[in-house]
């Protein structure tokens, strides 16, 4: 009938869009992490300006964000497996595949929470907002995660490349930026520490050595 054919035709369409835009949400949430590493390296100073660069990596991370909750919310239209508000508010409390999209739910609230961190940072201060900022990488995980465990395309070539190349490039610039960070902290440390008299060399406060005459 008319019925079933405009049902199944609308169920596509949920499906499409469920996949779109799980995609795109990963995809922003992890170009926001990789220009997030950007700044903190200073690898991008020299292309742009620092407050153009942090516009768009919270820009980035409200766009994944709201990708997300557009996903969830298309999972509650969908008929083919619908979600219930509850099961998509709670964690692994979902008919499909618990585990893995109760992490990838996980991701999207630790991901909402660093992206309300950007407007309250006046207010909670900058070591606060810094710590609240870490967990981005957890979001990124559980999300990565989420999308090659529950992902329906995951199983297409181009799109295992595409999460395989992002946690490459997060993994890489993860790393350079914490040797940079331990390298600044051993330069800061031998800057504090006090140098030490060479041999030969009198300390301050010494006393002058007397030689004894010989007979």
Do not use: N
Not at 35 to 50: A, C, E, F, N, P
Not at 93 to 104: E, Q
Not at 186 to 198: F, H, I, M, Y
């Amino acid at each position: 009938t008319r019925y079933q054919s405009l049902s199944r035709g609308l169920g596509d369409v949920y499906k499409r869009q469920t996949r779109i835009t799980a995609l795109l949400s990963h995809l922003a949430l992890s170009a926001s992490t990789i220009y997030g590493l950007l700044l903190s390296t200073k690898l991008l100073d020299r292309v742009t300006h620092r407050p153009i660069s942090y516009t768009l990596h919270q820009d980035l991370a409200g766009i994944g964000v709201a990708l997300a909750l557009v996903h969830a919310a298309v999972l509650m239209i969908d008929r083919s497996m619908p979600y219930t508000p509850f099961e998509v508010v709670v964690p692994f409390a979902g008919p499909y595949r618990p585990l893995w999209v109760g992490i990838g739910q996980i991701a999207m609230g630790v991901a909402l929470l660093v992206l309300l961190s950007f407007y309250v940072r006046q207010r909670i201060g900058t070591r606060a907002w810094r710590t609240i900022h870490c967990l981005s990488f957890a979001a990124f995980c559980g999300a990565t995660i989420h999308g090659l465990m529950a992902g329906s395309d995951t199983s297409a070539a181009w799109v295992y490349a595409g999460y395989l190349m992002l946690t490459v490039i997060v993994v890489f610039l993860t790393t350079y930026r914490i040797v940079l960070a331990l390298g600044s902290r051993k330069d800061g440390q031998r800057a504090e520490s006090p140098a030490r008299p060479t041999q030969g060399t009198a300390s301050p406060g010494a006393l002058p050595r007397v030689e004894r005459s010989a007979g």
